[in-house]
């Protein structure tokens, strides 16, 4: 498996794709792409939402077999049959969705793979990691049980696995969405140094700005071709803002300049109006998995953007979950426009205008085998105009659902395509879609933008500032500081379960959470 | 003109289906007439098979088993065929519905007076399946025997657990806890389960280190015993459907009840090689005397009754 | 009391239930492999009756014991191989081919009993025990536990052997794996389908043991449907232990026990109806049940074939 | 999630297409049904040769004695009345992703109580109110039975394949003891309820012996598919089968549904076993237990759970059950041929419905 030195000539493709098509059931997800991977490089690959840039990883771990086209490695034709057969390759991959078992522990999710007669070797285990974790700035319990991390540990604990394989080709699929921007920063900083060992290292994300920075070479793909590559000498020749503008460009074909540039709120917030939204003294009590919560408290206005910034896992699930219902609370209150509503079930919330749009698409927000049309209406089963008398009217189904479909552009072959089949992004149009339907109040979002591509990103950001200019209150969890400057009126900063502080956004506002998030007072 | 039986299993139990089947056989041939067997029906609803029967042209149908005794009539009702049923004396009917039902009580009697006096340990064991009527009147007409032999003898009464008919493991398991009590002789009745307690009185010695006898009911497994068959109340239904066949052609069919007993032989003591012949001497002279009467066996059908006598026994 | 029960007859209740815990627990064991693998492996009572039927088959006609008991496992394992075959390799539906494979397997071992035995019904001398010295020597409990036929000692061995293989080598983990999330382990680079038939062939061999003791032992011989619902109570055991092997064993033991308490009970005359004795042991799991089968927490993964790549 | 989602494993190929079955499609699933009971024939066919029975004559009688004489017919349709409310309780649960496994306790339960009410009920009240009481008895009592895994598995987590499992072997004794002890029919020294009269039990269909259970039993799993695909309740209860977090999420009443299910499940168990005591059996005797669910479970998964394609395959149960039996008997060999038989039908049955969907995707992209 390992023993790769990092003799490979610089400039020989480790790895390359030749003319790879892929069909999936009423869809092309690659067609024809051709992809050189080398050492000593970092390959960036960029692409909308469901632009097939998974379903390449997946071909070159050997969870899938191209329909056409031929991968090399090493310039020889191998078809790689199995993800046993990448690793043997030196492939090691880290893929978007968590690949960890979670009943295991860290250390023996670590140790997954080894032969099976074996004891599973801890101590041998605990002195790698320490040697890698050192190099990383990252620490990791080996002891703990994975369901027990937050998911930004989870990733962490991923890229550990693939740094422990030897790999020389390193993927790393969408790995820093749930990182700190700390984190980005270190990952970044690692993967110059294994390339500049001789390691390949293919990177996908969707944020522009890591690409520049991090990148030597980009491929961007569109709608499952390639569109375009821009080969490291260009890359070095150019500066971050015209990389940028380029990939831009080649994405989305039209001139925009920095399209993540800070937009300051337009501020709709009637400071005299009622607050609508109003939590005091919420408590939760801490379960085997999850922290609790402690005394939380605040209001938001009307047409309010209240974000909460923290750490993943610090209690953002837990505060969603109990405003919505789904979580109880054990002391505490919240008035929805006045009136108590913490004694309420989940289903009488959302009567009453609370919303919740969670970050868990296809765990709890959908429900997979069903088709996109039922998912638009799954909070509303048994409503009108959709059913009457408790008989779905499918004419009525399917002629909201195309409206939907249109309004929140979700792409999908047809209405009744399992909405597991779509991806991330377009799922998460879906999700908006029934959240922001009529009689919302309070809208709360947890990590809306995750996963998403940049246009679909802007698109959600946009939705969410035209929820709050239609004056209702929304909360915004996210773990994306520049995603909460740019879009709230405040800032609370959560940790271990209590709102540590809370920040106007103005000028300094990004010390004041920052210093909040480490520790130290506003 | 032929007849057909009936039967919840394979006749291949030497037990009763087998005794009921080859019954069938030999009264038909003797009469005459074509014999058509069904057998492994199950103890489900049998209405299909008696109507295909009947359509096929059988003249009498013989439902073999206590389960059948609600369609069989129902049946010869609807297609107007006779049925001979069992275990319910009451449902006579001229011309379609004949009863036969058989007790083997007087022959269990006579085994309880054999058991009792051939017991070293003077303990024997009583291993039911399950707690039908006629096991019942057996079981209460055996323990009976045996108190009256010698009211010091102790009873042990042990029914083997759920679902037990085909539960050989069980029939052992029970069988084996029985010997352990002191028994050494077993009287078991069970269909696929007697050969559980068959194989667990052939592998366990009883309590003095000698063997423990096995005595059957209903049908004759000489055949299959290895030397521990003391003996069997065997059951020979021939008279019974003879009997039938020639109401059947009298016309007298479904106005008398049919049973067995010792004086014609259709319940009979088995006699083995291991029953001494002075022992078998004296239980013939019982046997004289439950026919003329002076010795009265009633039989016992009730499964509480049962166990009431068992325990007030027992004591 | 005294009289009625005696030592002896003490001894032999219980080691009647141990002979009936035995294929619980060797059924229980294998199941719950399947199980911590992710596959349901409702076919577990036709494993049981396919071990039963070639483990007797084995036995009578090598006059061996052991072989009786290789075959058995043998043909539990074979028609394990099937459902392998149709549940893990092309991922069929468990329900649909359990069912069907114990349908099958009931009528087609009752079919081979007929034209073979069904005449001459031949039975097993008795197993020979293994005397534990000294241990055998305690009253009751000696005759009881320390007398019987070396394969339970295996058997009791096995629960301590699978309880060290799951917490203690990769293959332990592999498992998991493969019940919580196939997807993981198939990453790391381990066939999630070979180690989900590996697991359901040593349930099909494990099963088949049972189904053999159950008839060269328990029994003796061998009758159409002799395992009566075994097989499913081993499902309910594995699921009740959660994953550990030592739960199996004493919820095959107590269920054991419960068997032989409605003997003494009958034996003691108390006269309640058999019928209502005879329900103690499925009312004594239904109250481990309420009482400890609290989120009894199955693997995620269970019921659900692994298909590699797939959305 | 946990095991929930296995059932609907099979259901997501039927979420996904829906809409209207072409003609073509009919004739497909005729093809696909047909076909494979044939290539299960000639296997079950090497097994009858190698005992040394005749398949072509095994196979004409289980024809013709259980589908093309007219007395096979009647007898098929009578046995299917029964298997058709199993196999609608099966939907209803299987759809809502709880894998009631207890059919034959709450079978057997239904059974006794109608058969223990009905004929008190027709001595005081007209004929069709009398059953009509009986009926809901067994269903309400079945229901009750149900209480227990349904409690358990909702407010508890309890698997209930594990409680439902043990359930029913307690409910098989339970209404054995119920015969003995409390219903028994004084005037026969059988173990058995009452028997109700013929001239009382459900009516016979025109001048047939089938039982108008079977109108009773198409009913009811019309009415449970047309529910499950159709209504707002049965959509509430896919989700929660489908994905239970989702159903929480979207603020169902989950533990509450989960009840319903089981309720509604057990209820259909019960009336099985009322209609096929009311309609056919007018009585139930100690230890009887003709163990229907078992072989309903696969068949329902075959239908995907669609009460339709289930109509089928019970009626193709029905035929080989009732034919089986009479061929067997005339050429000799053992009725546990049948079991052989269903088995390998039902295994063959599922290997062609994985390659038929093999060769529609690979055929589609
Ligand atoms: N197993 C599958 N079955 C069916 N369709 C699939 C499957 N895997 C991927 N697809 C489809 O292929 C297309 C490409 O998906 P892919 O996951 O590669 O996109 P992506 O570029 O990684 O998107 P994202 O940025 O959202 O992760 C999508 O339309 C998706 O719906
Ligand atoms: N296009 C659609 N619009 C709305 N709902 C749909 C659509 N397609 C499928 N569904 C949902 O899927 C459910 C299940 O479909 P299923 O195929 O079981 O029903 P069906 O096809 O209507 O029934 P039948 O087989 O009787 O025609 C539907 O009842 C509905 O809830
Ligand atoms: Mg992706
Ligand atoms: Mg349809």
Redesign the interface.
């Given at each position: 498996m390992s023993g790769f030195s990092s003799s490979s000539v610089a400039g020989r493709d480790i790895v390359a794709l030749e003319g790879v098509t892929k069909r999936f059931p009423g869809i092309v997800a690659n067609d024809s792409v051709d992809l050189s991977i080398r050492p000593g490089e970092v390959h960036v690959l960029l692409g909308e939402n469901g632009a097939g840039k998974s379903t390449l990883i997946g071909m070159l771990s050997g969870l899938q077999q191209p329909d056409e086209g031929r991968i090399l490695v090493d310039g020889k034709p191998t078809p790689i049959t199995s993800p046993r057969h990448a690793l043997a390759l030196g492939i090691g991959t880290v893929f978007q969705h968590m690949m960890l078992v979670p009943t295991l522990t860290v250390a023996e999710n670590l140790l997954l793979g080894g032969p099976w007669w074996q004891r599973p070797r801890t101590e041998e285990l605990a002195a790698r990691v320490a040697e890698i974790t050192g190099t990383l700035g990252i620490t990791v319990k080996l002891q703990a049980k994975v369901s027990e991390l937050s998911l930004g540990e989870q990733q962490q604990v991923e890229i550990l696995r693939a740094m422990l394989r030897n790999s020389r080709l390193l993927i790393l699929d969408e790995s820093t969405s749930m990182l700190t921007p700390k984190g980005i920063d270190e990952l970044g900083a690692l993967m110059r140094r294994l390339v500049e060992q001789g390691l390949a290292i293919v990177f996908i994300t969707h944020k522009l700005k890591e690409a520049a920075a991090f990148g030597d070479r980009i491929s961007v793909l569109k709608l499952g071709r390639k569109v375009g590559e821009i080969p490291p000498e260009r890359f070095r020749a150019l500066g971050e803002q015209e990389i940028v503008a380029e990939i831009v460009e080649l994405m989305f074909g039209k001139q925009k300049d920095d399209p993540e540039a800070v937009e300051r709120p337009v501020r709709t917030a009637r400071a005299g109006a009622a607050p609508l939204l109003q939590v005091a003294d919420l408590a939760v009590a801490p379960t085997d998995n999850a922290p609790g919560l402690s005394s939380i408290s605040f209001d938001i206005r009307p047409g309010e953007i209240l974000g909460i910034a923290g750490i993943d896992g610090n209690g953002q699930k837990q505060l969603a979950e109990a405003l919505a219902g789904q979580r109880t609370a054990t002391s505490g209150s919240v008035r929805l426009d006045g009136a108590a509503i913490e004694t309420l079930s989940v289903g009488e919330r959302r009567r009453r205008g609370l919303r919740y749009l969670t970050d868990d698409r296809l765990g709890e927000g959908t429900v997979g085998t069903f088709p996109v049309s039922i998912n638009f209406f799954l909070k509303q089963v048994g409503a009108a105009p959709f059913w009457r008398n408790g008989v779905e009217q499918r004419a009525e189904i399917d002629k909201r659902a195309t409206q939907l479909v249109r309004e929140y552009d979700v792409r999908t072959p047809s209405l009744k395509t399992p909405v597991a089949r779509l991806s991330g992004g377009n799922i998460q149009k879906v999700l908006l879609a029934r959240e922001l339907a009529e009689g919302a109040k309070v809208v709360i979002f947890n990590k809306p933008t995750y996963g998403l591509d940049l246009a679909n990103t802007l698109a959600s950001r946009q939705r969410i500032r035209d929820t709050a200019a239609r004056g209702l209150a929304v909360l915004l969890i996210s773990t994306d500081l520049e995603e909460l400057l740019g879009m709230c009126d405040r800032i609370a900063v959560i940790a271990n379960g209590a709102l540590v502080g809370t920040v106007e956004n103005v000028d300094d506002a990004r010390t004041k959470v920052g210093r909040l998030m480490i520790g130290l007072a506003a | 003109k032929s007849i057909a039986i009936l039967t919840p299993e394979e006749g291949t139990d030497y037990g009763w289906n087998q005794q009921g089947i080859d019954a069938a056989k030999a009264a038909g041939k003797a009469a005459g007439v074509e014999v058509v067997v069904a057998q492994g029906l199950g103890y489900g609803d049998v209405r299909p098979t008696l109507r295909e029967l009947a359509s096929d042209g059988a003249s009498l149908l013989i439902a073999h088993a206590s389960g059948y005794n609600t369609s069989a009539p129902e049946i010869a009702k609807e297609l107007k065929v006779p049925v001979a049923i069992v275990d319910t004396p009451a449902g006579l009917e001229k011309g379609l519905v004949a009863d036969y039902t058989l007790s083997g009580h007087e022959g269990a009697y006579l085994a309880g007076r054999l058991a009792a006096k051939v017991s070293r340990s003077k303990s024997v064991g009583i291993v039911v399946s399950g707690e039908p009527p006629s096991w019942n009147s057996q079981s209460a007409a055996f323990a009976q025997g045996v108190k009256a032999e010698n009211p010091d003898v102790k009873i042990t009464y042990a029914v083997i657990g759920p679902a037990a008919y085909s539960d050989a493991a069980g029939g052992k398991r029970v069988t084996e806890s029985v010997i352990a009590s002191g028994a050494d002789i077993i009287f078991g009745q069970g269909n696929g389960s007697s050969f559980g307690m068959l194989q667990a009185v052939e592998t366990t010695k009883a309590a003095d280190g000698g063997k423990v006898y096995f005595i059957d009911v209903i049908g004759d497994k000489t055949p299959i015993d290895k030397g521990f068959l003391l003996s069997s109340v065997v059951w020979n239904i021939e008279p019974v459907y003879a009997a039938m066949i020639a109401d059947l052609k009298a016309d007298t069919f479904g106005t008398k009840h049919y049973t067995i007993g010792l004086k014609d032989d259709s319940v009979k003591l088995l006699k083995t090689a291991a029953i001494p012949d002075n022992v078998w001497t004296e239980i013939q002279a019982l046997r004289e005397d439950v026919i003329s009467g002076k010795i009265k066996v009633e039989p016992v059908y009730d499964a509480a009754a049962v166990r009431a006598l068992m325990t007030s026994v027992a004591q | 009391m005294t009289g009625l029960f005696s030592e002896v007859f003490l001894s032999a209740l219980l080691f009647g239930a141990v002979t009936a815990a035995i294929p619980l627990l060797l059924a229980g064991l294998g199941e719950q492999i399947s199980e911590k693998a992710g596959v349901l492996n409702i076919g577990i009572e036709g494993m049981m009756l396919a071990g039963a039927y070639l483990g007797f088959v084995g036995a009578f006609y090598s006059g061996s014991l052991w072989l009786g008991f290789l075959t058995g496992a043998a043909g539990g394992a074979a028609v394990a191989l099937v459902m392998a075959l149709l549940c893990v390799r092309i991922g069929l539906n468990q329900i649909v081919i359990g069912i069907a494979l114990t349908l099958g397997l009931e009528g087609l071992t009752a079919l081979l009993h007929h034209f073979q035995f069904s005449r001459s019904y031949p039975r097993l001398p008795a197993a020979d025990a293994t005397v534990i010295p000294l241990l055998s020597d305690i009253p009751v409990i000696g005759p009881a536990f320390f007398k019987h036929h070396l394969i339970v000692y295996l058997a009791v061995a096995l629960v301590f052997g699978m309880g060290y293989i799951y917490r203690r080598t990769q293959l332990g983990l592999n498992l998991q794996a493969a019940g919580d999330k196939p997807a993981a382990l198939d990453v790391a680079g381990i066939d999630v389908v070979r180690t989900r038939t590996i697991a359901v062939l040593t349930t099909g061999a494990l099963a088949g043991l049972g189904g053999a003791y159950l008839a060269n032992v328990g029994a003796g011989l061998f009758i159409p449907f002799i395992t009566n619902g075994a097989g499913f109570l081993g499902i309910v055991l594995a699921m009740l232990a959660r994953g550990r092997p030592i739960w199996v064993l004493f919820g095959a033991l107590l269920f054991g026990v419960c068997l032989s308490l409605t003997t003494a009970m009958q034996v003691a005359g108390i006269n309640i109806p058999t019928d209502i004795i005879q329900m103690l042991p499925f009312l004594a799991v239904m109250i481990m049940l309420v009482l400890f089968g609290r989120r009894a927490s199955l693997p995620a993964a269970l019921g659900i074939p692994y298909e590699r790549g797939a959305r | 999630?946990?095991?929930d989602?296995?059932p609907?494993?099979?259901?997501?190929a039927l979420?996904?297409?829906?809409?209207a079955a072409t003609r073509r499609d009919i004739a497909h699933r005729l093809l696909m049904t047909l076909g494979p009971i044939f290539i299960a024939l000639v296997i079950a066919g090497c097994?009858l040769l190698a005992?040394g029975v005749d398949p072509l004559a095994y196979y004409g009688f289980v024809l013709e004695?259980g589908l093309f004489s007219p007395?096979?017919i009647q007898?098929t349709l009578?046995?299917m009345a029964p298997l058709l409310f199993l196999a609608a309780g099966l939907i209803v649960a299987f759809r809502a992703g709880m894998?009631n496994l207890g059919g034959d306790g709450q079978f057997l339960l239904g059974a006794v109580t109608a058969a223990a009410s009905a004929p008190v009920f027709v001595q005081i009240m007209p004929a069709w109110l009398a059953l009509f009481c009986s009926f809901l008895i067994a269903m309400v009592v079945a229901m009750i039975w149900s209480l227990?895994p349904a409690l358990?598995r909702a407010y508890?987590?309890?698997?209930e394949?594990?409680?439902t499992?043990?359930?029913t072997?307690?409910g098989?004794?339970?209404a054995?003891?119920l015969v003995?002890?409390a219903f028994r029919d004084p005037?026969?020294?059988?173990?058995?309820t009452r028997?109700l009269p013929?001239e009382d039990r459900l009516p016979r269909l025109f001048e047939t012996?089938i039982t108008s259970g079977l109108l009773l039993g198409l009913a009811a799993i019309v009415i449970v598919h047309l529910v499950m695909t159709?209504?707002?309740?049965g959509?509430?209860l896919?989700?929660v089968g489908?994905?239970p977090?989702?159903a929480?999420?979207?603020?169902?009443?989950v533990p509450g549904l989960t009840v319903a299910v089981f309720a509604i499940s057990a209820g259909l168990a019960g009336l099985a076993g009322a209609v096929?005591i009311i309609g056919?059996?007018?009585?139930v005797?100690?230890?009887?237990?003709?163990a229907y669910g078992?072989?309903v479970?696969?068949a329902v998964?075959?239908a995907r759970m669609n009460g339709f394609a289930a109509i089928g395959f019970v009626f193709l149960l029905s035929v080989l059950s009732?034919g089986g039996?009479?061929a067997?008997?005339r050429l000799g060999?053992?009725?546990?041929?049948?079991?052989?038989?269903?088995?390998?039908v039902?295994?063959v049955l599922?290997?062609a419905e994985?390659f038929d969907h093999r060769y529609s995707?690979s055929r589609?992209?």
């Open positions: - | - | - | 999630m946990s095991i989602t296995a609907t494993v099979s259901a997501t979420d996904a297409t829906s809409g097994i005992v004695k007395l096979g007898q009578t046995r894998w227990v358990l508890q987590g309890v698997n394949i594990i409680t499992l043990m359930m072997f307690l098989t004794s339970l054995n003891v003995k002890l005037n026969t020294t059988v173990p058995q028997t013929v012996t159709r209504t707002a309740f959509l509430k896919r989700i489908a994905n977090r989702a929480v999420h979207s603020g169902l009443g096929d056919v059996q007018g009585n005797r100690a230890d009887w237990n003709p078992l072989a479970i696969p998964f075959l009732i039996e009479s067997a008997r060999v053992p009725n546990h041929f049948t079991l052989v038989l269903v088995s390998i039902l295994i599922a290997v994985y995707q589609r992209t």
